[in-house]
Structure formats: C-alpha cells, structure tokens
C-alpha cells in the first residue's frame, strides 16, 4: 500500500513537473504585443530592430493603428502589453480604468507637416490649402486619431478649415493620410513629421506647421495590466528611454521628452 502510495505520489509528481514546463515553455514563447499609434510605423520598427540586437531571444509583435481605436480595443480585452499613444489622453484613460501596470508617461511630443508627393509642400502653407488648384487634402480621422485632430485644430487656426471642408479626404490613421498622399488619392496630405522623414518619402520637401496653432502631440505610453506581470514589457519600456531609442526617434523628428 505504501509503495502504491509512493509510485503514485511519484507519477502525480512528475505530471505536474511536464505541466509546469510546459507551462513555462508556452509563457516564453508567448510574443510581447505592442500597440501603438501610426506615426511611430518606421521609428519604432528601428527601435525594435535595435532591441532585437541586444536581446536576440526577443520575441515581439507591433500593432500600428489610431490611438483612440486601440484604446478601444484594450478596453475591450485586446491582448496587448504596452500601449505607445499619440495623445497621452489615451494611456491615461487606460489607467483611470484599472487596466495600467505604469503611470503613463511621456516619451516625445510629435509635430505635423503639408507633405505632398507631386506638389512643392515646402512652399505651401495652410492658407494656400484653400486654393481651387488643390482639390483633395488627406488627413486622418480626426474622431479618434490625434494627428487628425491637431491638423483639424492647425487649420481652424489659420481660418481655412470651413473653405476646406469639401476637399479632405479621412485616412483612418496618420500612415493610411501619408498613403492616400502618397498614392494620389489626394494631393496634399497634412501628415506626422516622423513620416515625412521616412526615406521613401523623404525625397519630397515639406512644410512644418508652426506648433502654436494646435495643441501639443504630447505622446505617451504605458505598461498595460496584462503586461505588468511580463518583464519583456518592463524591459522594452526601459528600453525606449535609452540613448540608442533616443536617437532613432530624434532622427525621425520627434522632439524627446526632458
């Protein structure tokens, strides 16, 4: 009867050993998700690309989209595991909610810019975006992505947003406006400046919107509840702060955060 007891104790043992390890193998190879916000497409892919040097065993997925639809989509139990936002506003909703392991914090402010792939966008101003011969002006959705909201708040400014009206065309975030700029479907895009630094698109000028007509792109970020037990997303947001990061982003145009 003990050695009965014994064998099974021992079998029962060794069972929950596999299940541990395999537990352990399936947390590990579990990916760490990012979502973030569209204008950090091309920064963020380097970051990630730099990350992956030093730590080669990371395994990692990025998600680009408009901060308000991702938003909506972590409160609604979309698994991810940090949240890079254009507007702080966001993350801070996240955390109001219970559903933030960090403070929200600030990582760059973003800046917005007249690009166009067939138009001389340096010479252009947001007046001249009035003019007959410019017929199609993509900007994002403005409802739920904050690029689209500061171009919206830039053109009230200068006065021209009702002489506008009939010509925007609304990408759902800041990479589908570049797009539609891009492809012609407009032939104007008031874009994210970290886009129009992106090599392809590089090869056209812009215009940088004075920062004083709209409210700043105080970007922010934050380790999500389901990420807060994962130290991949401590390590990646602690990565984010770090001069190699600090460069990428610098070098697409982001002013950093002090």
């Known amino acids: ?26 947390h590990a190879s579990e990916p760490l998700r ?21 730590h080669p065993e990371a395994n990692i997925e990025v998600l680009y989209g408009s901060s308000g639809k991702m938003t909506t ?13 254009a507007d702080i506003a966001y993350p801070e909703r996240l ?38 011969d410019i017929r199609r002006i993509a900007i994002a959705q403005p409802a739920h992505a904050p690029y689209g909201l500061r171009a919206k708040e830039a053109l009230q400014s200068a006065g021209v947003w009702e002489a506008v009206q009939g010509k925007l065309v609304f990408g759902e975030n800041i990479a589908h ?21 992106f090599p392809d698109l590089a090869t056209h000028g812009y215009h940088l919107i004075d920062d004083a007509l709209h409210k700043p792109l105080t970007q922010g970020y934050v380790v999500t509840r389901r990420g807060g037990g ?11 702060a770090n001069e190699t990061a600090h460069d990428i982003m610098s070098r697409y145009g982001f002013v950093l955060a002090e």
């Open 1 to 26: 009867m003990v050695l009965h007891c014994s064998g099974h104790i021992s079998s029962m043992r060794r069972l929950s050993l596999l299940l541990l390890l395999w537990c352990a193998g399936a």
């Open 230 to 240: 994962k130290p991949e997303a401590r390590a990646f947001a602690d990565f984010m």
């Open 95 to 132: 955390r109001d909610r219970g559903l933030a392991a960090t403070e929200p914090a600030v990582y760059a402010m973003g800046r917005i810019v007249i690009w166009s792939n067939t138009l001389d966008a340096a010479s252009l101003t947001l007046e001249d975006l009035a003019s007959d």
């Open 73 to 85: 989509q972590i409160l609604h139990g979309a698994p991810f595991d940090i949240f890079f936002s």
């Open 34 to 54: 990012i979502a973030a916000a569209a204008d950090l497409r091309y920064a963020l892919d380097d970051i990630v690309e730099a990350y992956r040097q030093a």
């Open 177 to 197: 406006a570049a797009q539609m700029a891009r492809s012609g479907a407009a032939q104007v895009g008031i874009i994210a400046l970290s886009l129009a630094k």
